[in-house]
């Protein structure tokens, strides 16, 4: 038989050893719950971490559109007015350009007719010559009459032809003391009765300008001097006969011939040497 200590000893290594099982049961199980904690908190924490991430992401997004937007927006309004004052400055170039090149031209124009003018001039033999520059020619008056800057002061007379432009183109007019009015020959009223010589091949024939027709754009030459036939083409000139006595004058060139309303008399029409429609300079000429 046992001793009563062995089996008190006994009984306590079994006490003993149930507890140490339970509390490597208690191990193990705070061990697994740890392990399974650890686990769902990566897996939570990782969870979390994405979808804050997404969260944020969004949120940056939607909050940058706006200053995204702002910034296209200045940037388009700098390109905006950039480009504005670029074509500007494009533009007052080109009104430069344009400006300068109306000048070219006009300064081109003028040097023509004044080379024409000191030509004719040179041909026209009078014992007064004067130069002018035309400074008034109105809209309303513009087939009837124009001012230039000559006068009495420069001993213009109401006697004075008046040459521009390849030819004849009228007569003074009226004289101021700084200016004259011109009469132009494109006048309906036309009323100088201007003495010319039409050389009609070997024959002359002399007439009277008395008027304009503005559908045929030429000179009505009537009051001849005879009945001879007038060929188309022939050279009409200044006779220097009658209140005008400067002759040679080149006034056009027959353009056809037809007779009076009255059927009694002919009417030659001159088609002009003279360029009307921008006249800038002329020349008065008398004796």
């Given amino acids: 038989m046992l001793s009563p200590f062995l089996v008190l000893c006994c009984g306590i290594v079994g006490i003993e050893m149930k507890k140490f099982k339970k509390s490597r049961l208690i191990v193990m199980i705070i061990v ?9 908190l990566s897996t939570y924490s990782t969870w979390f971490v994405n979808g804050t991430s997404n969260a944020l992401s969004l949120v940056d997004n939607v909050l940058s559109k706006p200053f995204h937007l702002l910034t296209d927006v200045k940037s388009d309004l700098e390109h905006l007015v950039n ?59 513009w087939s009837n009459e124009l001012t230039v800057n000559v006068g009495s002061e420069n001993k213009v007379a109401s006697t004075m032809l008046v040459v521009g432009n390849g030819g004849l183109i009228g007569s003074v007019d009226q004289v101021n003391e700084h200016s004259s009015r011109i009469s132009l020959l494109t006048n309906k009223k036309n009323s ?9 091949g070997s024959k002359t024939i002399y007439g009277i300008i008395v008027g304009y027709d503005e ?27 009658g209140s005008y006595p400067v002759a040679n004058i080149s006034v056009g060139k027959v353009s056809s011939v037809a007779s009076s309303s009255d059927y009694l008399t002919k009417e030659v029409y001159i088609k002009p040497s003279a360029d009307f ?3 800038r300079v002329v020349t008065l000429v008398g004796n």
Avoid: C, W
Wanted: net charge negative; aromatic share 2%.
């Fill in 32 to 40: 697994l719950i740890l392990t399974a904690s650890a686990l769902l």
């Fill in 83 to 141: 480009t504005y004052h670029e074509n500007e400055e494009l533009k007052a170039t080109l009104n430069e350009i344009d400006s300068a090149s109306n000048e070219v031209t006009d300064l081109k124009e003028e040097n023509a007719q004044l080379r024409e003018m000191l030509d004719m001039k040179n041909s026209i033999k009078s014992d007064v010559k004067l130069s002018a520059d035309v400074i008034a020619r109105t809209p309303a008056s």
């Fill in 192 to 200: 100088e009765n201007i003495s010319v010589r039409i050389q009609s």
């Fill in 215 to 241: 559908k045929k754009s030429a000179f009505i030459v009537s009051q001849l001097n005879t009945s001879d036939e007038i060929k188309e083409g022939s050279k009409v000139v200044t006779s220097g006969l």
């Fill in 277 to 279: 429609s921008d006249i």
